[in-house]
């Protein structure tokens, strides 16, 4: 059994291990690591153009958290958890990293106490006089890391979304819309599985509009999957199907039901919505999903929900809840509701 002093002492300084991968995210220090031949801190220093000793303080701290491995001579190889930080890798987490460590969701968290004080979430605005979206579009910065980081992303949640609807029926469904689907990966994922659907992706018109970031064409499904440019608040494409993948956690639940709504009016066919996200765990249950809840608390105005929460949400939209399915871990879960 852990002692619980060393285990308080290691969630405070937690924030160290993630700030140091970061920073060597940032330098680019895995692009120039290989797994198969060591390179030294003054060879990567010139690579990257950074200084030597610092850099190797930096690398000796990337080896100690198992992201790196040391050798002899302040000499460093690349392990399979640094792999995963590289831009060039197909699994890679680097824009993740960049985003969730990045100064912008660093300075939103010192908003934590005031918030539950008052009452009040939403440390971007506090911080940054803006909402999440509404700056990623006013600074180009933080929108291109942004996108990334949830392109980065949708590899291992296009997964656990297949896995956990591995026993749905999709034969009825021809038509299934990827609701503020972004760039379309998760779309593309289903459209691979089921050979009959035909995809479309609805997101705000300057993200469909980025023609050259979209997956269809890269993989050879534009055939089968169209791009629309629209506002979820507004109107969705009629579809047998809706799919929402860590959409609705960023909303209040008011903001859900007006979305739900409109799902549910623009339905065809037997009518389904598969809502993608981190399902809250019962009580005393560790859960990713209530460490992201706080992360939702600080970004905007949505929170991270148990099932029931997301059933009462569907009901009020006028769907009927057909309940969660999760893949082996249950990191993540698909709520299902019907029409």
Same mark, same amino acid.
């Given at each position: 059994m852990t002692d619980p002093a060393e285990h308080v002492v290691d969630l405070i300084f937690g924030r160290w291990r993630s700030q140091i991968l970061y920073a060597g995210? &940032?330098?680019?220090?895995?692009?120039?690591?290989?797994a198969d031949r060591a390179t030294t801190a003054t060879a990567l220093a010139q690579a990257i153009g950074a200084d030597a000793a610092l850099l190797y303080r930096l690398l000796r701290a990337l080896a100690s958290i198992g992201l790196l491995r040391e050798q002899e001579g302040q000499a460093f190889m690349l392990t399979a958890s640094g792999a995963l930080l590289r831009a060039d890798d197909a699994r890679s987490l680097r824009a993740m990293a960049l985003l969730e460590e990045g100064p912008e969701h660093y300075a939103i968290w010192k908003h934590l106490p005031a918030m539950i004080r008052d009452g009040r979430q939403n440390a971007f605005v506090r911080e940054f006089g803006a909402m999440a979206f509404d700056h990623a579009r006013a600074d180009r910065g933080y929108g291109d890391v942004f996108?990334? &980081?949830?392109?980065?992303y949708s590899a291992l949640q296009s997964q656990w979304a297949q896995e956990a609807l591995a026993g749905f029926d999709f034969a009825p469904v021809k038509t299934l819309c990827d609701v503020a689907g972004g760039h379309g990966h998760l779309m593309c994922a289903f459209l691979q599985a089921h050979a009959?659907?035909?995809g479309i992706v609805l997101d705000l018109p &300057? !993200? !469909?509009?980025d023609r /050259?970031?979209?997956w269809a064409?890269?993989?050879g499904l534009a055939d089968r999957c169209t791009y629309v440019g629209g506002d979820m608040f507004k109107a969705v494409p009629p579809a047998d199907a809706y799919m929402l993948k860590l959409i609705l956690h960023d909303w209040n639940d008011d903001e859900c039901v007006a979305i739900l709504s409109n799902l549910r009016r623009a339905v065809t066919g037997e009518g389904h919505v598969f809502?993608? /996200?981190h399902v809250?765990?019962?009580?005393?249950q560790p859960h990713f999903a209530k460490l992201f809840d706080i992360h939702m608390m600080c970004w905007g105005t949505g929170r991270e929900r148990t099932e029931a929460e997301y059933d009462a949400l569907l009901t009020r939209a006028g769907w009927t809840p057909l309940g969660g399915r999760y893949p082996s871990h249950r990191t993540m879960g698909v709520v299902v509701g019907a029409a």
């Open positions: 995210a &940032a330098l680019g220090v895995f692009d120039h690591v290989s996108n990334q &980081a949830m392109t980065s009959h659907l035909k &300057a !993200v !469909v509009g /050259e970031r979209l064409p890269k993989l809502i993608i /996200e809250v765990s019962g009580p005393d």
